[in-house]
């Protein structure tokens, strides 16, 4: 095997992916060392696996509301053997299609897991490989709370490889992952209570979006217990029980700890101590994504960025064009469009809050005639009537809607001239164009 290149990035997922087919592009010789399975996290125990188990939940949850309504016949059940199946192969084509790739764009792949024994040096398996320039794209992982038991809890990548349902759960965690997580098991049928120790969910959003978000899951049968941190997991006969406080016991199948995620850091080995890290426990990077160790780069979720997966790609790509093309600044994290898929999906993109949104409106959609439950719809615009910075969205297919904001607020527009253009009728963007 080769052992001098002109890059080596440690991590195969979104980020470690990106840098290394961009940089292989751009002519230079590039190893990408993966210690598990190709795609990460997104693909193997992510975004991919749960927006598949999103998709028929999705589906059951409207076509419940109908049925309750007297309009549809019996709801329909999951066949969670067939989803898993369907899942299964899925994701395999995409591991498959990202080996493709990497071949065909002449990186060399190393299936192993990689350590930095010094600068601009890598060991695999006994080993030594050099390169001027090395990419940390570690990912991180799940993280569970300090609490008696926690290791009774599943974390969210033993969830998504449930492959049977339990009747009843209990979420610890209102973030992205505890949320996600209560939407989907709810509509399937799970009797689901979610507990988180502030005082709403999605604390990541802004206040309005994520209080008519929290009280679409109320209306969907989640019971959400806020300010609380659990005390402790305990067995109990024919499943667990989940200690809120001195009255308070949960009886459940299984519990979750969706409690946040931590980056993964052994690939430092001993140059852990000439790394900093920032509050979050980060990779500290500049804006040419340099650690404090010059030669070592780091994107993705291991870095101080937006764990998200557009962004680990995107920034994988510009590290490339940083290093060996033309130069090019990272993407600014207030064009980034995210997503939170409850049901329905809450979307914000420009980093709204409660002091900058101007206008907003919470409206019962047209379902709302037809469903039992038909939950709420919101729309709120931030930044100013003479700029726009800011959009919020809950409402069906606010995912999708919600990335073409994002280009919309590229151009600054003011309030008047988005009256400018017309929205669907009968739709929520219409409400906003107004
Ligand atoms: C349940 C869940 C749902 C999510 N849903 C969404 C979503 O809908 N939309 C969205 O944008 N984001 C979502 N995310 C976040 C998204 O998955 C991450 O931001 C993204 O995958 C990060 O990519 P990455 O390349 O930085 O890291 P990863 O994908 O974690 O890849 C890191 C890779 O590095 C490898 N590695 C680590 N250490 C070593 C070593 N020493 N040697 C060799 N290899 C090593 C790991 O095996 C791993 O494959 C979700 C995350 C979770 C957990
Ligand atoms: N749709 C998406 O884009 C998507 C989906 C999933 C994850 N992600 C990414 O993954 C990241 C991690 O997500 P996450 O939900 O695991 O983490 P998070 O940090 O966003 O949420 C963790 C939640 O758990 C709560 N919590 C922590 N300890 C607790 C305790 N002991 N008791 C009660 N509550 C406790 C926190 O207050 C917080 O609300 C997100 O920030 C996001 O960037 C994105």
């Not at 193997?44 to 949850?61: E, F, Q, S, Y």
């Not at 459940?252 to 101590?273: H, K």
């Not at 280009?407 to 929520?428: E, F, I």
Request: aromatic share 4%; hydrophobic share 40%.
């Amino acid at each position: 095997m080769d052992t001098e290149y002109d890059a080596i990035v440690i991590g195969g997922g979104s980020a470690g992916l990106s840098f290394a087919r961009h940089a292989a592009g751009l002519g230079r010789k590039v190893a990408l060392i993966e210690r598990a399975e190709l795609g990460g996290t997104c693909v193997n125990r992510g975004c991919v696996p749960k927006k598949m188990l999103w998709t028929v939940a999705d589906a059951l949850h409207r076509g419940a509301g109908l049925t309750r309504a007297g309009l549809l016949g019996p709801a329909p059940q999951v066949d969670m053997e067939r989803l898993c199946a369907a899942r299964g192969a899925k994701l395999d084509g995409i591991r498959q299609s990202y080996r493709e790739t990497l071949h065909e764009a002449g990186v060399r792949l190393i299936e192993d897991s990689a350590r930095l024994t010094a600068p601009g040096e890598v060991t695999i398996s006994g080993q030594r490989l050099r390169a001027p320039r090395i990419v940390l794209a570690t990912g991180g992982h799940p993280i569970k709370p300090e609490m008696e038991g926690a290791h009774l809890a599943c974390d969210s990548d033993a969830v998504l490889n449930w492959t049977a349902l339990p009747r009843s759960m209990a979420i610890i965690g209102g973030g992205y992952i505890g949320c996600e997580m209560a939407a989907i098991h709810a509509a399937m049928g799970v009797r689901v209570t979610l507990v988180t120790d502030t005082d709403r969910v999605l604390n990541e959003f802004s206040e309005k979006a994520a209080r008519v978000g929290q009280a679409n899951m109320t209306a969907q049968g989640i019971r959400i217990v806020t300010g609380c941190t659990p005390e402790a997991v305990r067995e109990a006969e024919d499943g667990l029980e989940l200690v809120l406080d001195a009255e308070t016991t949960l009886r459940v199948d299984q519990v979750v700890a969706a409690t946040g995620r931590a980056p993964n850091l052994e690939a430092l080995g001993d140059m852990a101590e000439r790394v900093s890290l920032t509050e979050k426990g980060v990779l500290k990077i500049d804006a040419a994504f340099e650690t404090s160790l010059p030669g070592l780069h780091a994107v993705g979720d291991c870095a101080d960025r937006l764990p998200l997966t557009p962004v680990a790609s995107s920034d994988g790509e510009t590290l490339a064009q940083q290093l060996f093309g033309a130069h090019r600044e990272p993407v600014d994290l207030r064009h980034v469009a995210t997503t939170a898929f409850v049901l329905p999906p809450v979307g914000e993109v420009g980093q709204p809050s409660a002091e900058t949104i101007f206008e907003e409106a919470t409206l019962a959609p047209l379902s709302a005639a037809l469903r039992a439950d038909a939950p709420q719809n919101y729309w709120g615009l931030g930044g100013a009537e003479t700029e726009i910075t800011s959009v919020s969205l809950v409402a069906e297919g606010a995912h999708e809607a919600i990335g073409w904001a994002a280009q919309m607020l590229l151009h600054r527009p003011d309030r008047k001239s988005m009256q400018r253009a017309l929205g669907v009728h009968p739709s929520t963007s219409e409400e906003i164009m107004g």
